[in-house]
């Protein structure tokens, strides 16, 4: 059983910070996701600050920044870098980008045990960034500059076991398979309506693992558009939720086990992303250890269930355990049998596919 458990899938509201610039401040995105959300049943508690121009680097050193971080008990803290600043050349993105990304994905996780950051993935400029075009050739065209964006958002949730909003990908769809929908303001960098409505969708579906196309709140754009919108986010973000590690850091529950022989068999535990583990050894008795080695009171066929949790998922495995009678051959070997026929007559058979062992008991 993956995912998270029933009871976090139940839960639907999300305390949300965003640090950014004016790409977050611009029709009031935090309230836009907060009003789609409800739409569809969610509820988003947001707060942001976002100075226009702000960089990584402005809000790691800002008092306002770090000490809304220090709050807590914030369940996702969203970091949008400069909307230029990722897309120029490695060393340079290396100096000035990366370091306080790490260090604000720190302060992060320092003051809120069960935060995760999402990295807002921006998009290119309408036409390239004439700006530094010159001096930077890659910046040169919109698709130039996006797939850099791309990547470099990429690699700073890859460095900071962090999640993506990869609202630049959303807007790649939407040019391509919608040309109609303008998504930027006059400016050809900042997002128009269309656009922050596009980023909304896409923090929705990050945020709570959800399809879009439940939320039935248009904003001001007509429902053709708002629909494709919905359907692009569903596509990109929705539909490959994995590719923006969005799941990635959920618990992980699995197991192997070897019998010992005289009843006792030792458990190795395997799971990811989670110190909680809890163990039901089909007889009864569970352990909170991370490898038991149980004993059982009598031989036979248990069903033993592994259960991993971290703040945010939680995940079940259930393996079928064969505690062997003292002397039983070939016991130390045995991951996985079938027993036949049930219920007996004269003769019972136990085949082990892993060995290839064959056992006949007669009554």
């Not at 900042?190 to 904003?219: E, L, M, Q, V």
Request: hydrophobic share 40%; proline share 6%; charged share 15%.
């Amino acid at each position: 059983y993956g995912g998270l458990p029933p009871s976090a899938l139940a839960q639907s509201k999300k305390r949300v910070l965003f640090l950014g610039n004016s790409y977050t401040a611009v029709n009031g995105l935090p309230g836009l996701l907060a009003n789609m959300a409800l739409s569809a049943g969610d509820t988003v508690i947001s707060v942001s600050y976002a100075p226009g121009g702000y960089t990584l680097q402005d809000h790691a050193f800002n008092n306002t920044s770090l000490s809304r971080i220090r709050t807590g008990s914030w369940d996702f803290v969203v970091l949008q870098e400069q909307s230029q600043l990722p897309s120029f050349p490695i060393e340079q993105v290396t100096a000035e980008v990366f370091p306080y990304a790490r260090y604000l994905d720190s302060v992060i996780k320092a003051h809120n045990s069960c935060a995760q950051t999402i990295f807002y993935m921006t998009w290119g400029r309408k036409n390239g960034d004439a700006q530094n075009c010159a001096g930077w050739p890659p910046v040169c065209t919109y698709l130039g500059m996006d797939s850099l964006l791309r990547l470099r958002y990429l690699m700073m949730a890859e460095n900071n076991h962090a999640l993506v909003s990869p609202v630049g990908a959303v807007w790649r769809y939407i040019r391509h398979y919608f040309p109609h929908i303008n998504l930027y303001s006059s400016d050809n960098s900042h997002p128009s309506a269309a656009g922050s409505y596009a980023a909304a969708c896409a923090f929705y579906s990050s945020i709570f693992r959800k399809d879009p196309t439940a939320i039935t709140n248009d904003f001001s754009l007509n429902a053709a558009d708002a629909a494709n919108i919905r359907a692009a986010a569903r596509a990109v973000v929705f539909d490959s939720l994995i590719t923006w590690n969005i799941g990635r850091y959920d618990s992980r529950a699995d197991f192997n086990f070897v019998a010992q022989g005289n009843r006792r068999v030792q458990f190795t535990n395997q799971s990811s992303e989670t110190d909680n583990f809890v163990w039901y050894f089909g007889d009864g008795d569970s352990s909170l250890e991370r490898n038991p080695l149980h004993l059982y009171r009598q031989g036979g066929n248990y069903f033993v269930t592994l259960q991993t949790r971290n703040c945010f998922s939680a995940d079940t495995i259930m393996k079928q355990v064969l505690a062997c009678p003292p002397g039983f051959p070939g016991c130390d070997t045995v991951s996985s049998f079938s027993v036949y026929p049930n219920p007996v007559r004269d003769r019972l058979t136990v085949t082990v596919p892993v060995t290839g062992h064959l056992f006949v008991l007669n009554a």
